[in-house]
């Protein structure tokens, strides 16, 4: 400890020195995951795409069949389970 400090200051010192770069890496973490969401979203879901071209439209067949397949397994599990 630092001649003369006391307990507390040097406390608090070292959890402001150390807390400082875990807010600011969270907080560009945060802003990163934003962006990648957006960018990632607009791909899985064509948004922003005319409906006049193929595979545009947000409810296509695969679309459908991915969430008829996700809701019937959803089921299989719910029936098993009781």
Known sequence: MALGAQPGSVHRLILRQGLRPVL????????????????????LYLRGRPADIPGGRRDSAVDIGARKRANMAAWQMLHAAS
């Open 24 to 43: 600011a890496g969270l907080a560009a973490g945060l802003l990163a995951w934003l962006v990648a969401m957006r960018a990632l979203a607009s791909l």
